[in-house]
């Protein structure tokens, strides 16, 4: 079973220019995850989708950033234009929920891509 | 606020000896809780996972945590360390503030050196 993968795997911009960033998550797997990590500080969580629908949008960090998930397969994280606060690994995961007996999906671990380090000049 | 420490920025130990890495918590409600390492240039990977149940969790490579309610930690542990366990540890929990939230609070990070 492949796993996540992301692309490019590094990228080197300068500020005002946009970068696109793109994630194919495990096959079958609804939940999709971008998070971000800038250096020194800890992981933080952007935005979950559920198939092509935005669950959660709570950590983006403002409109420069537009996520899209066409199909519910792959998605796209944008960045227009980059600032110099914008440099990080981006990480992307996936997850897919079971639902058993009692109803309710159980909570499943999510599966991280190798992360795309992303330098704004 | 829900948050995740990881006390240690380093943690060196020797081949052979048992390792531990620390990791405390603060949320509401039960906790599900997880680690995941990452090697030099590599992804983050899945180590393990408390959701419910037996308080102590075995894992991936020989790992083990243990889930402590009353102390809000869940230690990494492993008996007897190689230099290949060498990387990147993250501690991490599930924000349980919303419903049907989905996303983790993670902590800083734990160097973890194990020296031949």
């Known amino acids: 079973e492949a796993g996540v993968t992301q692309f490019p795997s590094h990228s080197v911009i300068e500020k005002g220019q946009t970068v696109t960033l793109r994630c194919d998550p495990i096959s079958g797997h609804d939940n999709l995850y971008w998070y971000r990590r800038v250096m020194g500080k800890e992981i933080k969580f952007l935005l979950h989708?559920?198939?092509?629908?935005?669950?959660?949008e709570s950590g983006m960090p403002n409109n420069r950033f537009l996520a899209e998930r066409t199909g519910g397969t792959y998605s796209t994280l944008k960045v227009q234009p980059a600032e110099l606060e914008d440099s990080g690994v981006y990480f992307c995961?996936?997850?897919?929920?079971?639902?058993?007996?009692?109803?309710?999906?159980?909570?499943?671990?999510?599966?991280f891509g190798p992360g795309t380090r992303l330098t704004v000049l | 606020a829900q948050s995740v420490a990881q006390p240690e920025d380093q943690v060196n130990v020797a081949e052979g000896n048992p390792l531990t890495v620390k990791c405390t918590y603060s949320?509401?409600?039960?906790?599900?809780l997880f680690w995941y390492v990452q090697y030099p240039n590599r992804g983050l990977q899945f180590l393990l996972k408390y959701i419910t149940g037996d308080n102590l969790v075995k894992g991936s490579y020989g790992f083990e945590a243990e889930f402590n309610k009353s102390q809000t930690s869940f230690h990494l542990k492993k008996p007897s360390a190689l230099v290949s366990d060498s990387a990147l540890y993250f501690c991490a929990v599930r924000d349980m503030q919303a419903g049907n939230n989905r996303k983790l609070i993670w902590g800083l990070g734990t160097s973890l050196a194990v020296n031949p």
């Open positions: 989708f559920v198939k092509e629908s935005k669950q959660d």
């Open positions: 949320v509401s409600g039960n906790p599900y």
């Open positions: 995961a996936s997850s897919q929920d079971i639902w058993g007996l009692a109803g309710g999906p159980s909570y499943n671990e999510q599966f």
